[in-house]
């Protein structure tokens, strides 16, 4: 995994991997919800895939927090994983 900070400051980790049919990137970031609060890691999976037809690009998108408590990673959950599919325009 690569580190490299964002333009504004925060520290991530990356890492990718080429599979025959699909792409997998996964990183890690760390992030402050609150100015005085300690860093939290935010864990992020996504599939990439692209049709056969190379028309249709769906990602598969898992977020999960480790440092949060079970309970708050899992309501958080719903609102940050899913799948998202967008179709090629023509040009």
Sequence with gaps: MATTPS???????CNAQLKPKYLIVESVVLSRPQQAASPTRMHTKEKWQL????????IKSD???PDFPADISAA???????????K???P
Excluded: C, E, N, Y
């Design 76 to 86: 958080v959950l719903g609102t940050t994983s899913g799948t998202v599919k967008d």
């Design 51 to 58: 049709s056969s037809d190379a028309k249709i690009l769906t």
């Design 7 to 13: 333009p504004g400051g925060v520290s991530g980790k």
């Design 88 to 90: 090629r325009a023509r």
């Design 63 to 65: 977020v999960d927090f």
